[in-house]
T-cell receptor, first 112, second 113 residues
């Protein structure tokens, strides 16, 4: 998992509650990414950030929000507006936008 | 539409046997193609990366091949071990301004003793 940490590993929330997933990297990478992984599907990009204080929506940004106040941190908030939040969430980082992405260990979120 | 399709969805083999996983893609043009290994409940880890001009790339018992004309790639695992049990994901990077990654849904491999 090479210098990228995600916490917690498992997270349980009640429907209607916002929840924030943590992602930290000590690789000095400029770019960071959030993906969602569902059974039988490829990873889907939620948000990405190529530089501090800047981020862009990915393919499935609705119901999610992010911030990038520090180079090493890229937290993801799953809001109550996300209709199907239960999933495995993966954070990744790369030296620059087109570079190899290194993945964190993931957070499994269960919303009931 | 840019797509990456992998087959089979799942595969069971006996320890010590070889196997080949397939990846077909419609991404064109593409920058590179990478195979990842993902253990259950963990993040993916890169195994190999190939550009469009490369035909084969090895990493220990893992050998990836690429045919850019037919838009097919394969991952061959030799002398499988129990620790090879994982999902194997084919990922293609686009060559447009977004340099986006297109992920396959993976092949789940189970190696039995």
């Amino acid at each position: 998992d090479g210098g990228i940490t995600q916490s917690p590993k498992y997270l349980f929330r009640k429907e209607g509650q916002n929840v924030t997933l943590s992602c930290e990297q000590n690789l000095n990478h400029d770019a960071m990414y959030w993906y969602r992984q569902d059974p039988g599907q490829g990873l889907r990009l939620i948000y990405y950030s190529q530089i501090v204080n800047d981020f862009q929506k990915g393919d499935i940004a609705e119901g999610y929000s992010v911030s990038r106040e520090k180079k090493e941190s890229f937290p993801l908030t799953v809001t109550s507006a996300q209709k199907n939040p239960t999933a495995f969430y993966l954070c990744a980082s790369s030296r620059q936008g087109a570079g190899e992405q290194y993945f964190g260990p993931g957070t499994r979120l269960t919303v009931t | 539409k840019n797509q990456v399709e992998q087959s089979p969805q799942s595969l069971i083999i006996l320890e010590g046997k070889n196997c080949t996983l397939q990846c077909n893609y419609t991404v064109s043009p593409f920058s590179n193609l990478r195979w990842y290994k993902q253990d259950t409940g963990r993040g993916p880890v890169s195994l190999t990366i190939m550009t469009f001009s490369e035909n084969t790339k090895s990493n220990g018992r893992y050998t990836a091949t690429l045919d850019a004309d037919t838009k097919q790639s394969s991952l061959h695992i030799t002398a499988s071990q129990l620790s090879d049990s994982a999902s194997y994901i084919c990922v293609v990077r686009t060559m447009d301004s977004s340099y986006k990654l297109i992920f396959g849904s993976g092949t789940r491999l189970l190696v039995r003793p």
